[in-house]
């Protein structure tokens, strides 16, 4: 039975690249000599992972995000795999950090809305939440395809990948 998965997962090579490029333009630009401002890659565990944002302050933390927003543009990264509503913190003195989570594989909520998504787009085909994907499997492929398109359309909030395509 031809099925697929529904993922959600970063090249974590190429963030870690652009984290690595953006430290480096930092420490070679003249309006951040001498400050304390980088970023960094932090693995809390096998699916979470959260980059970190420093600076001595408010304006230069908002430099560093766009800085490192740009190098993940530039390195093909998805900016929809962070969560850019986390709220800058104040640290000691006028230190800035900033915490933006790394969105790996599908949460509970967005897995229900393509299960129902799927559900109600009347084709053959069923969706099955397992952990952090999603298995669509069908009789035609051609129904899973035409379920690849309708997901790319309607859940647009996320990078959503698709793996495993078995015939």
Known sequence: MPSFDTVLEPDLVEV??????ANKEIGTRFDFKGSSARVELIDKSAR????QLDADSD????????LLLARLAKRSVDVRFLDLSAKPQK???????????????????TAKK???????????VQA??????????????????A???????????????FDNFRD
């Open 128 to 145: 099955a939440i397992q952990g952090d994907l999603v298995r669509v499997s069908g009789a035609k492929r051609d129904d899973l395809q």
């Open 16 to 21: 870690r690249n652009a984290v690595d490029q």
């Open 114 to 124: 393509i299960q129902g998504l799927v559900k109600a787009s009347k084709l053959k």
């Open 91 to 109: 640290m000691g003195g006028d230190k800035m950090r900033q915490t933006l989570p790394l969105k790996c594989g599908v949460d509970a909520a």
């Open 48 to 51: 979470q992972r959260e980059l």
């Open 147 to 161: 379920v690849m398109a309708l997901l790319r359309k309607d859940v647009t909030e996320l990078p959503l990948a």
């Open 59 to 66: 304006f230069q933390l908002q430099q560093v995000r766009d």
